[in-house]
């Protein structure tokens, strides 16, 4: 059984008086809410969720994130933790394969796509929490980072076209073009500054980068 435990810390002046997990898979979150009687002015919390629930297979990504909220009146007070992420990758192979994949792996960056993806999701969250201008100017730099990191896979998939492998029926290259309409939604619902709506496809072009990463470890590019 793959279960996963998240461990976490708060503290406040007035109490912790709740607590919630937010998994999403694709999109979609699911959100679970802690036991955290009785109130306390600092509470180390643990929650144990099974991958299992999830469906997960090679190239899957789950994000995750605690919010937290004391009982002051009339209104709580919130607080949220960083965004991370799980990333379901193959064993890296046998040593020629890997080997194999050591030199191409620089020369086509997705783990450094997969790590710009991941900023524009962590900087949405943030972008979520803000108000007024401070969120106004936080989507024109989400907007101006999605636009970025369209125009540089963009560049690499020309640049390496008939190079992708097919593995296992995926075309590793159609991954890379999905990633990049998925981006460009970004683009567009940030600029609108719906950034609410902006998170799904930002998860669906992690999903498809991921997957494409795990292709490639195991499967060379094309000389």
């Known amino acids: 059984t793959a279960n996963f435990e998240v ?21 979609e979150p699911t959100v679970t809410n802690a036991f955290v009687d009785p109130v ?15 469906s997960l297979a090679v190239g899957d990504v789950l994000s ?10 009339p209104e709580a007070q919130q ?43 962590r ?15 936080r989507a024109v730099d989400i907007t101006s980072d ?18 992708f492998p097919e593995v296992d029926g995926i075309d590793t290259a159609e991954l890379l073009n999905e990633a990049t309409y998925f981006i460009e939604q970004t683009e567009i619902f940030a600029g609108d500054g719906e950034l609410q709506e902006s998170l799904e496809p930002s998860e669906q072009t992690l999903r498809k980068l991921v997957l494409l990463y795990a292709l490639l470890r195991q499967n060379p590019m094309k000389g």
Do not use: C, W
Not at 45 to 54: K, Y
Not at 123 to 137: H, K, N, Q, V
């Open 146 to 163: 999605a636009v970025d990191l369209k125009h540089e896979m963009t560049k690499v998939y020309d640049e390496f076209e008939g190079q």
């Open 40 to 54: 306390e002015k600092e509470k180390e919390l643990t929650h144990l969720f099974s991958l299992e629930d999830f």
């Open 64 to 73: 995750y994130h605690v919010k937290v909220a004391d009982n002051k009146e």
């Open 79 to 121: 607080a949220r933790s960083e965004i991370y992420f799980i990333m379901i990758l193959p064993p890296l192979g046998d040593p020629m394969e890997g080997e194999g994949m050591e030199g191409e792996q620089k020369e086509v960056p997705v783990r450094d796509f997969i790590n710009r993806t991941k900023k524009i999701i």
């Open 123 to 137: 900087a949405t969250y943030d972008a979520l929490a803000e108000e007024g201008r401070e969120r106004e100017e």
């Open 7 to 27: 461990e976490f810390f708060a503290s406040d002046d007035y109490g912790i008086a709740a607590a919630e997990i937010a998994i999403s898979h694709g999109g």
